[in-house]
C-alpha cells in the first residue's frame, strides 16, 4: 500500500511538471529546405471535449512591445496649501475615504498617503500618484481642538494641486 502512494505521488509530479522547460532546441531533424530565420507557427491547442474552439499558444519571445510604450505607472503630483492661518496645524492627504449620506467625509485610514505639519498655513510636497487615483481628501486640524479642522476633497491633476482659502 506504501508503494502504491508513493507510485501516485511520483505520477503526480510528474505530470504536474510537465516535463521541464524547453531550451529550444529541438528533437525532431530539419529539412533541408527549412530557413534559420522561418519560425512554426503557433500550435494550437483545442479541447476535443467541449468543442471549444482552438486557443493559439504565443511564447514570450513573441511579445512586441511598442518603442514608446512607457513601462512607468506613477508620476509626481506637486501638492501647494497656502490656508489663512499663522497657527500650526497638522495634515493629512487620503486617496480613498467614504461619504456619509449628510456629506460627512470619513478617509480611509490605509489610503493616506501623506501627513506632516503645515507652519504659518503654507505647504508644498509632491506625491507620488497612479491613474487609479481620481480624487484626495485633505485634512489639517488645528492644535485646538475646539476649532473645526480644513477638509475638502480636489480631484488628481498631473500638474498638481493647489489649495488656498
Do not use: H
Request: net charge negative.
Amino acid at each position: 500500500m506504501k508503494n502504491l502512494y508513493v507510485t501516485l505521488f511520483t505520477a503526480a509530479l510528474l505530470f504536474g511538471c510537465g516535463g521541464g522547460g524547453d531550451d529550444g532546441g529541438s528533437t525532431s531533424a530539419a529539412s533541408p529546405e527549412a530557413s534559420p530565420e522561418a519560425s512554426p507557427a503557433a500550435p494550437e491547442v483545442s479541447d476535443s471535449v467541449s468543442g471549444a474552439a482552438p486557443v493559439t499558444v504565443s511564447k514570450f519571445e513573441d511579445l512586441v512591445i511598442p518603442d514608446n510604450y512607457d513601462l512607468i505607472t506613477t508620476y509626481d503630483m506637486p501638492i501647494k496649501i497656502d490656508l489663512n492661518t499663522s497657527e500650526p496645524m497638522s495634515l493629512s492627504v487620503y486617496c480613498d475615504y467614504n461619504v456619509a449620506d449628510d456629506g460627512t467625509l470619513t478617509p480611509i485610514a490605509s489610503s493616506r498617503i501623506i501627513s506632516g505639519q503645515i507652519e504659518n498655513g503654507d505647504f508644498n510636497g509632491v506625491i507620488a500618484a497612479t491613474s487609479s487615483v481620481k480624487s484626495l481628501l485633505i485634512e489639517a486640524w488645528y492644535q485646538d481642538t475646539t476649532k473645526a479642522p480644513f477638509q475638502t476633497v480636489v480631484n488628481a491633476d498631473v500638474n498638481g494641486v493647489t489649495i488656498s482659502n
